[in-house]
């Protein structure tokens, strides 16, 4: 993978999902991921989405139910939470978490492109479904108060300009998209600074001048 192949799906991706490099370099794995912290520095929730093998149940000869490969794979959804002792520096799971697999989604091939275009199913509803109670009721309180902040916040060139970026690049439309995606980006990021330059990376494939 080279790293305009990694940026290009970094673009491709909604929701603040991305390419996961360290699955990629430690387990060969290419898949998209993000984390979503409910607790500063000591709860996390991590979600991976992968391609997986379709299974299906038929009937053989026996009148028995078997489960059967299909060829085709379809799109998985796999969330975790991870918490971490004050004082450690090791991040712990437990348990299998859960999965969420998008059975009308099916592809031929494991398609970075058609994953990607998944990212846009994984909704805040569905985040919670798969939580916990007590964690989802935290994600849902920290996204509440990440959109009350973002939409404090307005969004003008001379703000661009004053974080590193060309502020009279972006058309009038694109300053609504920047608006729109940074309320994204702020929702899993640890600062306003961070989400912006999430957003201004993935739409414009741009950097902050220092």
Known sequence: MTQKQVDAINAACRNGFSFDRYDFAVLGEKRLSK??????????????????NEVVKVENEHGCMVPTYTGNVVPQLHCSI?????????????????????????????????LCEITELVTDNLVCEMLPDKECAEFRQKAE?????????????ALLNEYGYDGNM??????????DELLEYW????????????????????????
């Open 35 to 52: 984390t979503i912290s409910l607790v500063e520095g000591s709860k996390e929730v991590k979600l991976s989405l992968s391609w997986r």
């Open 82 to 114: 991870w918490d971490k002792t004050p004082g450690e520096s090791c991040w712990h799971s437990y348990g299998l978490g859960k999965y969420h697999v998008f059975t009308d989604k099916t592809s031929p091939k494991r398609l970075m492109n058609r």
């Open 145 to 157: 108060r990440k959109v009350n902040e973002v939409n404090g916040v307005v969004i003008s060139r």
């Open 170 to 179: 972006p058309t009038d439309e694109q300053m609504q998209m920047i608006a």
């Open 187 to 210: 929702g899993v990021s640890g600062c306003f600074k961070d989400a912006l330059d999430s957003t201004m990376s993935n739409i414009f494939g741009v950097e902050a001048e220092e």
